[in-house]
């Protein structure tokens, strides 16, 4: 399927061939199974992200005709269908949750009324909460907590850019956002309103001097919104970052709520 896909990436009138809409229905497939994913974890901790998945997804629109969905008295009007069996699948998805065909979502998880995109993998044991949306490609772990209102981005294009990690145990905290690749390690804890792109600065305040990471929260990290100093032509303004102000002890439960976490370093948000 990859060279089928791959080639038809260069040479797009291949689309009209049906052993290549074949293969991309099959890749779609078998990304809402769980069998292929757009990013994988490696045995050194690192990720791979699978371009050539990728590139299936990209493609599968225009291959996709618009039809109209009636639900009750709601119509949409759309080319992706939506993901169903969910008793079968076991998970618990509360009205009104929307996920598209070509998410993956796995046993255990719950679903609030939210959106989950295509190209997703939400592993079990996660709840996406009140009005949190997964982006396409995003990949979320096991026993992660969307706060309501987060905004996971999703990335399609470009082809080389990673999407959005978020690894086991974590706790994205009310109306965060985690966009353009950036990854959080495992068990890490985002207070609210926590903002991360590939140019925000993550500052680790812990020790005696400030360290700046970008595009990564470590695990068991607990990050709380902050603000620097920074120099413009029409003077000094405070600009938007990320603060480091402790770790996850060990004693915190996997389940521990948000203000549970932070309390731990007298923080309150």
């Known amino acids: 399927m990859k060279e089928i896909i791959e080639a038809a990436w260069d040479d797009r009138s291949l689309l009209n061939d049906s052993k290549t809409t074949d293969a991309i229905n099959a890749v779609i497939e078998d990304i809402d199974k769980g069998r292929l994913r757009v990013a994988e ?12 998945v990728k590139k299936a997804v990209v493609m599968y629109f225009p291959i996709r005709k618009m039809e109209t969905i009636e639900v009750g008295p709601f119509e949409f009007h759309d080319k992706m269908a939506l993901k169903s069996n969910y008793k079968e699948l076991g ?6 949750a929307v996920a598209r065909y070509g998410a993956y979502i796995s046993a255990g998880v719950i679903l609030m009324p939210s959106y989950v995109n295509i190209g997703a993998y939400v592993d079990a044991g996660t709840m996406v909460d009140t009005w949190a949306t997964v982006g396409s490609c995003a990949q979320i772990g096991k026993d992660v907590h969307l706060s309501g209102g987060v905004g996971i981005g999703g990335v399609l294009e470009p082809l080389q850019a990673a999407p959005v990690i978020i690894e086991d145990g974590a706790f994205i905290g009310s109306r965060c956002i985690v966009v353009e690749g950036v990854r959080v390690g495992k068990e890490a804890v985002l207070g609210a309103n926590v903002v991360l792109t590939k140019s925000t600065k993550i ?3 812990t020790g005696d001097e400030p360290v700046e990471i970008r595009g990564y929260v470590p695990e068991r990290s607990v990050v709380i919104p902050g603000s620097y100093t920074k120099t413009f032509p029409a003077g000094d303004f405070q600009v938007p970052c990320a603060l480091i102000i402790g770790q996850r002890k060990a004693s915190t439960d996997l389940k521990t709520s948000l203000n549970d976490a932070l309390r731990e370093h007298n923080v309150a948000v």
């Open 41 to 52: 974890p490696l045995a050194d901790g690192s990720w791979q992200v699978n371009e050539w």
């Open 91 to 96: 998970v618990r998805v509360v009205p009104h």
């Open 203 to 205: 500052i680790d305040v």
